[in-house]
């Protein structure tokens, strides 16, 4: 039996167990995210139907002609909704494009209204009627999950349970429908996605069609992550790895490209980025800062850094 890159965890004991459980749980995510950076959540509540369904929808998406798929890019958003094509983005220390499309799904504002009006409208695509619709659902389905990881944080950061819980309502977490197509050629430097850290506050990712998800471990050495089918790899993001003082690690990954003879298969993953609202300040937590560990960082609000980033990877111009 292979052994397993980074633990796996069964976020019922956190949501349904006892206070031994419940605590064993806090202790193993915390240790994980403060280690490696990267944990496997198995009966993590996110219907399997439902991603199913979803990756359907997005592969039927992806197979629309480049023009039809190019009539939902929609100038301004910086990709943070609908369609960016092919050879766009980029890792924040590399001037080559990954070799990747994705479709973004953002938030649907519910009850604040100044802020529902500041927010984008998600784009629907006419020729896959149910695309964002099951997008959607999936969004929530995520934002559920993800909530509960971040109260279990909150309690390993000494911190109220609920922490999190104001601060991502109605934020800025984005659904990604990312599609790596066939390799054709010889690629020049480029991989499917290069080597990179995430924005957010956590990523949850759903079993990608195809392999290629490595992680750099403390010792420089590219670790594989292979989710088993039930299971949703969660990592840290550098808005949390920040907000701890680099306390929890925001680890460095990638998706590499298949061996030549797996060229023609195309990679289709779905991450969903969770985000707080812009106005949460990231100021490292009184609490990870010590005489070991000083501050790491300057002030600065999500939103801010979000703005930062985009700008950094070629989404934002």
Not at 47 to 56: E, M, N, P, T, V
Not at 152 to 171: M, Q, R, S, V
Not at 214 to 230: R, T
Not at 257 to 274: D, T, V
Request: with cysteine; aromatic share 8%.
């Amino acid at each position: 039996m292979t052994k397993r890159t980074i633990p796996v965890l069964d976020l019922t004991q956190f949501t349904e167990g006892n206070a031994s459980q419940k605590k064993a749980f806090v202790e193993t995510l915390g240790n994980a995210f403060h280690e490696i950076g990267f944990v496997a959540i198995k009966n993590h509540g996110v219907s399997q139907q439902l991603i199913d369904d979803f990756y359907a929808a997005s592969k039927a998406f992806f197979a629309l002609p480049v023009a039809t798929k190019r009539n939902y890019e929609i100038a301004g958003l910086a990709g943070q909704r609908g369609y960016t094509s092919f050879g766009t983005e980029h890792a924040k220390h590399s001037e080559v494009p990954d070799l990747k499309e994705f479709f973004q799904i953002g938030q649907e504002v519910k009850g604040d209204i100044p802020l529902r009006s500041n927010t984008p409208d998600n784009v629907r695509v006419a020729e896959i009627d149910n695309f964002l619709d099951l997008g959607i659902q999936l969004y929530r389905a995520f934002e559920k999950s993800g909530g509960a990881l971040l109260e279990a944080i909150a309690i390993h950061l000494n911190l109220a349970e609920d922490y999190f819980t104001n601060k991502i309502y109605n934020g800025n977490s984005i659904l990604r429908a990312i599609h790596y197509p066939p390799i054709q050629q010889e690629p020049k430097s480029a991989i499917r996605a290069e080597q990179h850290e995430d924005i957010n506050l956590i990523t949850l990712l759903v079993g990608a069609s195809a392999g290629g998800l490595q992680l750099l471990d403390k010792d420089n050495i590219w670790q594989p992550i292979m989710p088993e089918n039930d299971e949703i790899v969660i990592n840290v993001g550098d808005m949390l790895q920040r907000l701890t003082n680099n306390y929890l690690k925001s680890t460095t990954h990638r998706v590499v490209n298949p061996p030549k003879e797996e060229w023609h298969k195309p990679r289709l993953s779905i991450p969903f980025f969770l985000h707080p609202k812009g106005n949460m300040d990231l100021d490292c937590l009184p609490q990870c800062v010590t005489d070991e560990n000083p501050l790491q960082y300057e002030t600065i609000t999500a939103g801010g850094y979000l703005d930062e980033r985009l700008r950094e990877i070629g989404l934002k111009k």
